[in-house]
């Protein structure tokens, strides 16, 4: 086999790249040597070609890629010309100014804000030493105009519709926005009682009232079944197993006091609708705000949705007095002059009913008075939460100064706010008038 394998040809590759074939027998080592240094030249002759060949092909590459991009950006830029032609520039999304008024309130000021903020007082906006007489001369001024206030959202869509009393307030004004006005407004319909400090939910018809009733009584079925069967639970514990003891007496106490909501409930259904002629009156009502709702200055409210309910209640309490009004214009006016932001401003007019829920809600300045301020339609309170020390001194000067003059009277509040109450002809009340309330006062706000 050695032997056969030296006699095959030899292929050599010559200069000019043909092949030329040496005899057998003729493949001596000096014929070796030869080839391969003939050999050496072409090879890297063909391996700089390729090198050539492969960096002009990714020259090529990088050229079409960028012209292409290039080309392609500009054929978008061309179609959106004409499309613009044709159909007009895109809509762009506007910003909401409300949204970006809220925005500019609670800006980082950079130093410390609210209370944070160490501030000097002014006396006008401290309670005085007698501390009964800043409620009284409110409800003292509120008795001379004759002002009605409203029990309900009921009475309050009255007083709206007869268009006279009360003015309504946009949520984002030329010197002022809304912050979280009426936040509180649960949506559910009732009428308040103000002798017996009651509410009872609003009912449609006898049909409602009816299946409102059945409601209730399987509510209490339900809850007593369960209560009987946490006592049975808990008396079968052993007294040693504390743990297990106090987590049933838990559960057990929360039952007893959802029962006795409904039991609650099922007296006020009773004690209302058993009359008829309240019967009657309760319907009405109902009649009378789905009505006012389905056409209340433009808009539509669904009272049905808890939802639509909630945002109509919410715009019954962004109503003031003309005279209040005068005065949230003028404060916002000077304060955006000064430091170029809307006045936030948090509670206007309320409900009796309103007032008691916020009272009860743990807000202390809900006054549990015979005649709360904000229910005259002439308080409103504004927000100092976000205000540095110079914005509130600024701000309460500015209310001091109207106080001086004899146009409102005004306090710094806990939970960051001034409340400002506006007498309606510009003037404080007579002062006998002022001592018989102060009188029958009951605590101070």
Avoid at 140 to 169: N, T
Avoid at 181 to 209: F, I, K, N, P
Avoid at 265 to 287: G, H
Avoid at 435 to 440: L, Q, W
Wanted: charged share 30%; aromatic share 8%; net charge negative.
């Amino acid at each position: 086999m050695a032997g056969e394998s030296e006699q095959r040809p030899q292929t050599l590759e010559l200069e000019d790249g043909s092949e030329a074939h040496s005899p057998a027998g003729s493949a001596s080592g000096e014929g070796n040597q030869a080839a391969g240094a003939a050999s050496k030249p072409g090879s890297a002759r063909r391996a700089k070609v390729w090198l050539l060949v492969i960096v002009c092909c990714a020259l090529a590459g990088l050229v079409w890629v960028f012209f292409n991009s290039k080309y392609s950006r500009r054929l978008a830029e061309q179609a959106e010309r004409v499309r613009t032609a044709i159909v007009g520039a895109p809509v762009r999304p506007t910003p909401d100014p409300y949204v970006q008024a809220l925005a500019r309130v609670e800006e980082n000021r950079g130093e410390a804000m609210g209370r944070a903020a160490s501030v000097e007082i002014p006396a006008e906006l401290k309670l005085y030493r007698e501390s009964r007489r800043f409620l009284a001369l409110q409800a003292a001024a509120a008795e001379e105009a004759e002002l009605k206030s409203p029990h309900d959202f009921a009475e309050l869509a009255e007083i709206v519709r007869e268009g006279q009393q009360l003015v309504e307030l946009p949520k984002l004004g030329r010197e002022y926005v809304l912050y979280g006005v009426g936040q509180a407004a649960g949506g559910e319909l009732t009428h308040y009682d103000a002798r017996s400090g009651r509410s009872v939910l609003l009912l449609a018809d006898e049909e409602e009232l009816k299946a409102y009733r059945d409601e209730l009584a399987a509510d209490r079925a339900r809850l007593e079944d369960e209560l009987r069967e946490v006592v049975e639970r808990l008396k079968g514990i052993d007294k040693s197993d504390k743990t297990a003891r106090e987590q049933l007496s838990a559960e057990e106490s929360a039952k007893r006091k959802e029962l006795d909501g409904v039991k609650n409930r099922i007296k006020s259904i009773d004690s209302f609708y058993d009359p008829p002629e309240t019967r009657r009156m309760l319907f009405d009502e109902y009649a009378f705000l789905t009505e006012f709702a389905r056409n209340f200055g433009g808009r539509a409210y669904d009272l049905r949705q808890q939802a639509s309910a909630r945002e109509f209640q919410a715009r019954l309490l962004s109503y003031l007095r003309p005279a209040a009004l005068s005065v949230v214009e003028e404060l916002g006016a000077r304060y955006r002059e000064k430091f170029e932001r809307p006045l936030p401003i948090t509670s206007l007019v309320r409900t009796e009913e309103y007032q008691r829920r916020l009272r009860e809600g743990g807000n202390p300045n809900a006054a549990d008075v015979s005649v709360p301020p904000h229910t005259t339609g002439l308080a409103f309170d504004v927000f100092y939460r976000f205000m540095t020390q110079a914005e509130q001194e600024f701000l309460m000067n500015e209310i001091a100064r109207l106080e001086e003059e004899g146009r409102v009277e005004a306090l710094r509040e806990l939970r960051d706010h001034y409340h400002v109450f506006v007498f309606p002809e510009g003037r404080r009340p007579a002062e006998k008038l002022v001592r018989e309330k102060m009188r029958s006062a009951g605590r101070t706000k």
